[in-house]
């Protein structure tokens, strides 16, 4: 069975990006596309002491018609793709990260409807990116205009030098080379200057990837920068972010670390988040 991408859809027009970026993967790809609604948030609503309202109805006729709206857009840009729509009352973090098994990836917007719904769908990107067992990416703004006509595609693979991540330098390396994007690999650290040795690092943590992709074109860059500042400074300038996802230091409430989230809040382009399998 082939694994489908899975968008998160709540009828923002993030959401639709979302559906954008993932309609035109699935396309590359061959693969089919499955477009998730949670309604659990509108379902009910508490009136005052022991007096709840159940909005479910009314709810499931508002998901079909956003799922409807968010299928067309997605053949518009894939007629050949099959695009399945699932409407659940689940919660919306859970509802995407318990199909993540069965998912090649998952693609959600970085902001909501406004004011709540906007503070929720950054919840559930977090939650999603921090939780989700395949690869998760949060699409911040699209690259169209940014960049000066001089600059080529390029996708940003951030290499953690005391655990390189071959998970993320996999998906990276595929990624440019199934779009014919040039990759650069960047490796910051905070400590004392050695740029022999970071770049050693580096060099390293590619080893075999390069002869892997030979038609990859690959950059190297190493600084004596905080990573996460790094990375999200350069994000203007590239069409995709790739890092993996940093759950060594998880905690109840902060399943991802400081870069990750970094990115999730500033970059300005869309992110992958890849878990080491």
């Given amino acids: 069975m082939t ?9 923002s027009a993030s959401s ?48 079909e ?28 973090g859970p509802a995407l990260v318990d199909r993540s098994d069965d998912a090649r990836e998952i ?21 999603v990116a921090g939780h989700a067992t395949c690869p998760v990416v949060v699409v911040r703004g699209m690259a169209d205009g940014r960049k000066g006509p001089e600059e080529l595609p390029k996708i940003l693979l951030g ?16 990624e440019a080379s199934r779009r014919g994007w040039h990759l650069e690999a960047v490796h910051a650290w905070t400590g004392a200057p050695d740029e022999g040795d970071e770049e050693r690092v580096l060099s390293e943590a590619l080893a075999g990837w390069r002869e892997k992709y030979p038609d990859v074109q690959v950059y190297l860059r190493i600084a004596q920068e905080a990573p996460h500042r ?30 990750n989230h ?10 992958a988040v890849v878990p080491e399998i």
């Fill in 3 to 11: 694994k489908p991408i899975i968008v998160g859809v709540d009828g």
């Fill in 16 to 63: 639709l990006e979302a559906v954008e970026w993932a309609a035109e993967k699935a396309g590359g790809l061959g693969v089919p596309l499955t477009l998730v609604y949670s309604w659990f948030s509108t379902s009910v609503a508490a009136m005052g002491p022991g007096v709840v309202v159940d909005y479910s109805d009314n709810a499931k006729a508002s998901a």
């Fill in 65 to 92: 018609g956003i799922l409807a709206g968010a299928k067309s857009r997605a053949q518009a840009i894939a007629p050949q793709v099959t695009v399945d729509v699932v409407s659940t009352p689940e919660p919306p």
């Fill in 107 to 127: 693609a959600v917007g970085s902001r909501g409807l406004g004011g709540f719904a906007s503070m929720l769908l950054g919840s559930v990107g977090l939650y």
């Fill in 159 to 174: 290499v953690d030098g005391s655990k390189p991540d071959a998970a993320s330098i996999e998906y990276a390396f595929e």
């Fill in 230 to 259: 790094l990375l999200v400074d350069l994000s203007p300038h590239v069409d995709l972010v790739v890092v993996g996802a940093d759950r060594r230091n998880a905690t109840k409430f902060l399943a991802l670390g400081h870069v």
């Fill in 262 to 271: 970094a990115l999730l809040h500033h970059s300005a382009c869309p992110i």
